[in-house]
């Protein structure tokens, strides 16, 4: 065999550890992968409790640092019917620690632990959340208590999901820092090709005119003629087209596709050639940042920056002064491939490469200034990796401002309050396929427990009752928990100073009312289908949370299992 | 609906929740759900014990025991299903412990489908599965008649096709027990789709197809001549170095001494063009063509199959893939959450369960080498290895050897002189049961 000629690059042969988690490494990478296995996720279980363990399950897997489930209860036999982490062995014993028990059989790696003290004295300690990194907390829990967690959460920033899940439908809210940056958002590949065909650099002007040199006058072989590559050709073009059109770029539609069939007059079949045909639409229009671009450079945190900023912000406000001098983001740098020769095509690479270090040279220059005249401490200055990345990706970075969790029967008689979101939402009531009533139906079940009480005792003392929970309850429940839906809706209403007339107005009660029914019937059982199915749906978020990578959502997601859908809202 | 058929043996008649019955303590939530009507029901829905009857006595197959497939055998056998059969030809190993539950280190190297099954039903007692290590096609249709729903947690479109095939196959009108509903879940890193088939009535995973189109392959010359990116010269060191320096060992991807081997080619050829970013695991990604997989994703997936297979067999809500209703969810997971759910149409010219040929533009000066290649990446048939005929002679066989070298001068021929505008051609290929009709329309 020929394999003497090279040694073997053993440092590269991947670990035992990188061997198990390789197909979730090709999502997060290293970083990422890191910052899940530094993370201690606490759960505050409740109820029936599948959502939360399924969460933890596909946290566990991946290699979360360490778990904590909080659950004052003893596993029931209604448990081993709907949590796999439960066996007959379990049975009569605290459901936390039999719960991490058998989650931590699923990852040597990964430390469990287990509190069976009530949640109303776990939450009046001292800083009860100091030790955990993000927090879920599975409904049923009592309005005031959930208001307890949210101002412990809010405290020390911690991020924090609520879970609803109940017959064949869920829903999860997130509550995230006022301010949450993410830079790698993992944009598809195609939407993040930035060529700069219209604003060419001088060494890139060259490269295209030595590439092209010849083309037209026919003084090119057939061979060198197939292998310019497409980027040279559009410049060449653009330049040709620039000479009878007043110096000026194809800017309609109209206008591109002229531009389009200039090009093709060059070569009616060669590839590289339709290449450069199929790439004019996309590539020919002026890079203008985002919305969601726009808005952080705008941000007061962007601003404002003092000696304490998080590094995101310094980054941003030198972004900011870059933009404002050269009027466009800096390159990414990056080349998709096309049709060229291998030495010609990396050529070409270099060009983007260095125009993009240059240009992240130039925010560092600027990040660094910064720092000095905020009084910054050298050592807390910002990575230049950080600053890489920020370049690389600027055009897709993203900023969510999360938002306070609605809380449901906080004051009594007092429906849920939509705040600025009330006329969105309200909107939201008429919109066909809108889950809202979902929402509301949840809120409503959530009013309905806070003045509620079950005649059973827990460990934890007098248990909420929920709506359908006893053998004779669906009827009346369906009716109560509906009568209180309707007055969310009319609240909400209310609320965004608007009206709805009937017909529309009868459907969205009994819309609302038919959400209300399902949730009733299930009595507060959760199948297993949709827990586990939401177990996913939160794992990935909090995944998303915690590796700052991709795009949380924001802030409630909302799963109808009888439809088989869902929908995001803002609530 | 052909699913929900009464029970053949009495089942208990309680109306819902009973104190004195473990078992039904034990089933609390489930049965609390089905022993009441639900708002969005048929009319015809009776409660309590004929849903409760139907989840304990419906048999399902799995297919697939993977990442999909664990989830899936939890799922159905928390869901209440006591029959359930499993196949899946794989052994454990080690990268499938970040997502496959139910296996442990110790178990690397076992068969993915008997550990399983012994997993889930000492978690969950009283729940049957009967594993079988082995090929879908191992099986017959009186295998697969036995059945009430399969459901498909794969990674191969060519099982996929091949189940499709056999079920809609095995339709008998004047037989209901003959239509099986076809619940089949897909996963990519944060993306995935789950979508239901009632064969021969609701659009199939044929019809489908082409919502899943294959990549387009990089040009031999360009391998060989001018690579440009990191998995150019990985593919190089795949197709064509491994075939000029050890033809007689046949490549094993999962062989690391094969993966170092192509890596290391790849790596000098790599550097002799100044292109950089070869590593091993791209290496192992490309020539295995690896999906990055997560547990939270197949756990998403998995669920929404078992949920509309717990719709289908119980009636306790609608399920997608009734006829002229929603079949299809896709899932996308990495910029927030969101679903598409809708109804994907059944098509009149789908090879498996239509009757019309498919009209096909050609091009009559092409030669009908370049055709039989482009059906490798045709979207909708993606076959790797034609055999095309029309009604009165064979135009080209890929199979078997002595067909194909009687019929392979033909591929150096014009397509005028092979076919007539308007002539119908059929193209089959032996790892399917299909057969695509065409009709040749000339340019
Ligand atoms: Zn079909």
């Known amino acids: 065999m020929a394999t003497e000629d090279i040694p073997p690059p053993l440092h590269d042969i991947p670990t035992a550890k990188e061997k198990k988690y390789d197909r979730q490494l090709r999502l997060w990478g290293a970083s990422g992968q890191i910052a899940l296995e530094e993370t201690h996720v ?13 969460t933890l399950k ?27 982490f439960l066996d007959d062995a379990s049975l009569g014993k605290f459901r936390a620690a039999e719960t991490v028990k058998l989650l931590m059989e699923l990852n040597p790696t990964v430390q469990g632990h287990a509190i069976s003290e009530p949640l109303e004295t776990f939450i009046a300690q001292e800083k009860p959340f100091a030790r955990y990194n993000l927090i879920l907390a599975a409904a049923p829990i009592e309005p005031a208590i959930l208001a307890t967690i949210q101002r412990r959460a809010q405290e020390l920033q911690i991020p924090t999901f609520t879970i609803h899940s109940t017959g064949f439908f869920s829903a999860f809210s997130a509550l995230l820092p006022p301010a949450f940056p993410i830079v790698d958002t993992h944009p598809d590949s195609t939407a993040t090709t930035d060529l ?18 010849g083309l037209e006058e026919g003084k090119m072989t057939a061979q060198e003629k197939a292998h310019i590559p497409w980027v040279c050709l559009i410049l060449r073009y653009l330049e040709k087209w620039k000479e009878t059109h007043a110096g000026k770029v194809p800017e309609t539609y109209k206008e591109k596709t002229e531009f389009r069939s200039l090009v093709r007059s060059g070569d009616p079949h060669e590839e590289n050639f339709d290449e450069a045909c199929a790439a004019v639409l996309k590539s020919l229009n002026p890079p203008t940042p985002s919305s969601s671009v726009r808005e952080i450079l705008s941000a007061p945190e962007t601003s404002s920056l003092d000696a304490t ?64 005249s905020t009084g910054r401490s050298p050592k807390m200055a910002v990575d230049e990796k950080d600053v890489e990345n920020f370049c690389k990706g600027a055009a897709h970075i993203h900023l969510v401002r999360g938002r306070p969790l609605q809380i449901a029967g906080l004051e009594e008689g007092q429906p849920a309050k939509f705040g600025d979101r009330a006329t969105t939402m309200a909107m939201e009531l008429t919109t066909p396929d809108s889950l809202i009533g979902l929402h509301i139906a949840f809120l409503a079940w959530d ?6 009480r079950s005649s059973a005792k827990s460990a934890g003392g007098e248990l909420p009752k929920v709506p359908g929970s006893g053998p004779g309850d669906f009827e009346a429940d369906t009716e109560k928990m509906t009568g209180i839906a309707h007055k969310i809706v009319d609240s909400l209403i209310k609320e965004a100073g608007t009206f709805i007339e009937d017909p529309e107005y009868s459907e969205v009660k009994e819309n609302v009312g038919k959400f209300c029914m399902e949730l009733v019937r299930a009595g507060g059982g959760e199948l297993h289908n949709i827990a586990s199915l939401t177990g996913g749906l939160v794992a990935q978020e909090v995944i998303k949370v915690i590796t700052r990578q991709y795009i949380p959502v924001d802030n409630t997601c909302l799963f109808d299992g009888v439809a088989s859908r869902s929908q995001v809202l803002r609530v | 609906m052909a699913a929900a058929q009464q029970p053949e043996a009495a089942v208990r008649t309680t109306n819902g929740p009973s104190d004195t019955d473990t078992a039904s303590k034990r089933w609390k939530y489930a049965h609390t759900l089905l022993s009441r009507p639900g708002a969005y029901t048929d009319e015809d829905f009776e409660p309590g014990a004929i849903p409760i009857g139907n989840i304990a006595q419906s048999h399902v197959l799995v297919i697939g025991a993977g990442g999909l497939g664990c989830e899936i055998l939890k799922n159905l056998a ?17 990268s499938n412990l970040n997502r496959q539950f139910l296996f442990r280190e110790k178990d690397v190297g076992r068969p993915k489908a008997e550990v399983a099954a012994e997993f889930v039903m000492k978690r969950v007692p009283g729940c049957m599965i009967t594993p079988f290590v082995g090929k879908i096609q191992d099986k017959d249709e009186e295998y697969y008649m036995q059945f009430q729903i399969v459901i498909c947690g794969l990674d191969s479109i ?14 008998d009108m004047d037989n209901p027990d003959s239509l099986k509903p076809l619940v089949d879940g897909g996963t990519e890193g944060f993306k995935g789709q789950s979508r239901v088939v009632f064969p021969t009535m609701t659009s199939c995973i044929e019809c489908q197809l082409d919502m899943h189109a294959p990549r387009a392959a990089v040009p031999l010359c360009t391998l060989a001549t001018i690579p440009r990116q990191p998995q150019h010269c990985i593919e190089w060191a795949h197709i064509i170095k491994w075939e ?111 009757n019309l040929p498919k009209d096909m533009t050609l091009n009559a000066e092409q030669t009908l080498g370049e055709l039989v290649e482009s059906f490798a990446e045709r979207p909708e048939s993606q076959l790797k290895k034609p055999n095309l005929r029309t009604e009165e002679k064979t135009l080209y066989y890929s199979t078997p050897m002595g067909l194909e070298e009687a019929t392979r001068p033909n591929l150096e021929k014009k397509l005028s002189e092979m076919l007539a505008d308007g002539e119908e051609f059929a193209v089959s290929d032996p790892a399917f049961d299909i057969t695509f009709r065409y009709v040749a329309r000339f340019s």
């Open chain 1, 42 to 54: 606490l759960l505050i279980n409740n109820g029936p409790g599948v959502t939360g363990v399924e």
């Open chain 1, 196 to 213: 700069r065909l219209l604003l060419p650099w001088p060494e890139l002007v060259q490269f295209a005119n030595e590439m092209t040199a």
């Open chain 2, 244 to 354: 000029e320096e050890r033809k007689d060992t046949a490549l094993d991807t999962d062989d690391p001494e094969h993966i170092t081997w192509l890596y290391q080619k790849a790596l000098s050829r790599a550097k002799d063009f100044n292109i950089s970013g070869v590593t091993y695991s791209m290496t192992q990604g490309v020539v295995k063509n690896i999906i990055p997989a997560i547990a939270s994703t197949n756990a998403v997936i998995a669920a929404s199959c078992c949920n509309e297979a717990f719709k289908i067999a119980t009636s306790s809500a609608p399920f997608l893939g009734n006829p002229g209703q929603n079949n299809y969810m896709l899932y996308t997971g990495d910029s927030g959450i969101y679903t598409y759910t809708f109804e994907h149409q059944k098509k009149d010219d789908c090879p498996v369960c239509g």
């Open chain 2, 78 to 94: 928390l869901s209440g299903f006591k029959k359930i059969d499993v196949i899946d030809m794989d052994t454990i190993d080690v």
């Open chain 1, 309 to 372: 900023s998080p590094a995101f912000w310094f980054i941003a406000h030198a972004i900011h002064l870059f933009y404002t001098q050269h009027k466009q983001l800096p390159l990414p740098g990056a080349v998709p491939d096309m049709k060229a020769q291998s030495a010609d095509y990396i050529k070409l690479q270099n060009i983007y490469k260095t125009k993009a270090r240059q240009d992240c040279a130039e925010v560092l220059e600027s990040v660094r200034k910064l720092e000095k």
């Open chain 2, 158 to 171: 060519e099982a996929r096709r091949w189940i499709n095939a056999t079920l809609v196959g095995m339709v």
């Open chain 1, 447 to 452: 009013e309905y427990i806070a003045t509620h």
């Open chain 1, 58 to 84: 596909n946290l566990v897997l991946p290699g979360i640092g360490q778990f904590t489930i909080l659950d004052p209860t003893l596993v029931s036999e209604a448990d081993l019917g709907v949590n796999f």
